[in-house]
């Protein structure tokens, strides 16, 4: 790399921390990481809640260059996560180049360089913007009538509020995604009443959960092949191979499959037919994004655990009253009710050539060119953008080849044979037809409610296998790019 260039990378998540050590690793100097909150993490700074776990096997969700022989189990708590990466942006020097509470709120094309305003009216410039702002952290507060009656405590998931008592106390968790389905697993025993509000049964996949040993942790030190075996070997990605068959071919047999072992689960873990019948659901196992848990059931069948299904009427003062008129006590309600998955770097303004607004480009739908461009905006790249891969997938493996995308593009800049680069609009327009038609035909299309669908129901997803998207990012197509 030789042209002297600027960068800003938006985000100190998983993501932006990848493109910070990777232009540090490169050689670049002149960069800053705007990072909103407080501290560094994105999703595992936001979520604390109890059971924070994350469905991807720790070994797997690790960079490939820092690998960590010290998790605690297969599936690695938030905080362990949580702690790793503040643990990497230390082993790999990146915290000098990270400024926390620095909300950037607007991203402008100039002409020659993008012109980056911060929330405090700070104004700062760079030549290249990597968007590493995240997909999972505007809240969906639900519009439920009564809330503001409540007496009791009542928080989003993702705005746990420690200062809350949960032991012994009557507790209502509204929603069953991953976060409620992990509440409740962690808040069984607790609490002394545990209502679970689901508004559409979920399927649960079963896995192995267990702990690693003090041995084993010292193996992992002594032999990164042990970790190895697990990051690169065919248990996980056989599994990831047979998972991304089935979530493009909805008649696939490794469909057919996760359906067995999902409704398997449900008959043979829960005991009573009529619990059981409350929690099939009525459409197809990993229509919406699966579940992956090896106690939820259990604790569902906890005789402190209430399971209500149905539609909630609205929130009272003393608890929660539904349309058919039951009515639980509450002291605590917790909204694990999700988040506003299509507005990535929104509400940043982001405005490329001619004034062009992101927000109006996105009117129909969030798209970006293979998940990392966009046309009308050079130099401006998007790491977990939209389109991208979504289903039980390690996002640090796709950002990881998201970068050596991005890198390749960058390369003429880099070596000054370019100064600007963006996707053409008809390669871009040809991609998202083609993706959109495919998307439609994959299972999470298949008839339900999901985060992964944009306003028209589309699944907002890389709808090809695992390994076309690695074959693309591993070399970007040239014809379909405009370099300036
Ligand atoms: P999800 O998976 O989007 O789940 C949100 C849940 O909240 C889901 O069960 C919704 O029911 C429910 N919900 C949302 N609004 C309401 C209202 N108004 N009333 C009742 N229930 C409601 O979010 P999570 O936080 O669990 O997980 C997000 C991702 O984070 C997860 O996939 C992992 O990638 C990590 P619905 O199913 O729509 O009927």
């Known amino acids: 790399m030789s042209t002297k260039l600027r960068f800003i990378i938006v985000g100190a998540g998983m993501s932006g921390i990848l493109a910070a050590i990777r232009l540090k690793q490169s050689g670049q100097t002149d960069f800053t990481v705007y990072e909103k909150g407080n501290s560094i993490g994105g999703t595992w700074r936001e979520n604390r809640y109890p059971g924070l776990t994350c469905d991807v096997p720790a070994h797997c969700y690790t960079y490939s260059f820092a690998p960590h022989p010290d998790w605690s189990a297969f599936y690695a708590p938030g905080p362990e996560i949580r702690a790793y990466f503040e643990k990497v942006v230390d082993d790999f020097g990146v915290r000098d180049f990270i400024r926390l509470n620095s909300e950037v709120s607007a991203c402008e094309w100039d002409g020659a360089r993008w012109q980056v305003t911060l929330a405090d009216g700070t104004h700062d410039h760079a030549d290249i913007v990597i968007a590493a702002s995240g997909v999972l952290h505007h809240v969906n507060e639900p519009d439920i009538p009564g809330k503001a009656d409540f007496a009791g405590a009542m928080f989003h998931s993702a705005r746990w509020d420690d200062s809350v008592a949960l032991d012994g106390k009557r507790i209502g968790v509204i929603g069953n995604g991953s976060t409620g389905v992990q509440i409740v697993t962690a808040l069984a025993d607790r609490a002394a009443h545990l209502v679970h509000y689901q508004r559409s049964p979920q399927w649960i996949m079963p896995v192995q959960q267990f702990a690693y040993s003090d041995a084993d942790r010292s193996a992992f030190r002594a032999d990164s092949d042990k970790i190895d075996a697990i990051r690169f070997g065919d248990e996980y990605w056989g599994g990831i191979r047979r998972f991304n068959s089935a979530i493009i071919d909805p008649d696939s047999a490794e469909m057919r499959e996760i359906e067995d072992y999902c409704?398997?689960?449900?008959?043979?873990?829960?005991?009573?037919?009529?619990?059981?019948?409350?929690?099939?659901?009525?459409?197809?196992?990993?229509?919406?994004?699966?579940?992956?848990?090896?106690?939820?059931?259990?604790?569902?069948?906890?005789?402190?655990?209430?399971?209500?299904?149905?539609?909630?009427?609205?929130?009272?003062?003393?608890?929660?009253?539904?349309?058919?008129?039951?009515?639980?006590?509450?002291?605590?309600?917790?909204?694990?009710?999700?988040?506003?998955?299509?507005?990535?770097?929104?509400?940043?303004?982001?405005?490329?050539?001619?004034?062009?607004?992101?927000?109006?480009?996105?009117?129909?739908?969030?798209?970006?060119?293979?998940?990392?461009?966009?046309?009308?905006?050079?130099?401006?790249?998007?790491?977990?953008?939209?389109?991208?891969?979504?289903?039980?997938?390690?996002?640090?493996?796709?950002?990881?080849?998201?970068?050596?995308?991005?890198?390749?593009?960058?390369?003429?800049?880099?070596?000054?044979?370019?100064?600007?680069?963006?996707?053409?609009?008809?390669?871009?327009?040809?991609?998202?037809?083609?993706?959109?038609?495919?998307?439609?035909?994959?299972?999470?299309?298949?008839?339900?409610?999901?985060?992964?669908?944009?306003?028209?129901?589309?699944?907002?997803?890389?709808?090809?296998?695992?390994?076309?998207?690695?074959?693309?990012?591993?070399?970007?197509?040239?014809?379909?790019?405009?370099?300036?």
């Open 263 to 484: 409704r398997r689960n449900l008959e043979e873990t829960v005991r009573d037919p009529a619990l059981r019948e409350k929690l099939r659901p009525d459409y197809r196992a990993a229509c919406k994004r699966l579940i992956y848990s090896w106690n939820y059931y259990d604790a569902a069948q906890k005789p402190a655990v209430t399971i209500q299904t149905g539609r909630i009427e609205r929130i009272e003062r003393d608890g929660i009253r539904m349309a058919d008129g039951t009515f639980y006590p509450l002291d605590v309600i917790v909204l694990a009710t999700g988040f506003h998955a299509d507005r990535f770097i929104r509400p940043t303004t982001v405005r490329g050539e001619n004034g062009a607004d992101l927000d109006t480009f996105w009117k129909d739908r969030p798209t970006a060119h293979y998940a990392v461009t966009l046309p009308g905006f050079p130099n401006f790249f998007m790491l977990n953008g939209p389109t991208g891969p979504v289903g039980n997938f390690s996002l640090i493996d796709i950002a990881e080849r998201q970068w050596d995308y991005i890198v390749q593009l960058m390369e003429p800049i880099l070596e000054g044979r370019a100064r600007t680069v963006q996707p053409t609009r008809a390669a871009h327009a040809d991609y998202d037809r083609r993706r959109i038609e495919a998307a439609r035909g994959t299972i999470f299309g298949s008839g339900c409610s999901s985060w992964y669908l944009d306003k028209d129901g589309v699944p907002l997803t890389w709808p090809w296998s695992y390994d076309a998207f690695a074959e693309a990012m591993a070399k970007p197509d040239a014809s379909q790019y405009a370099w300036a």
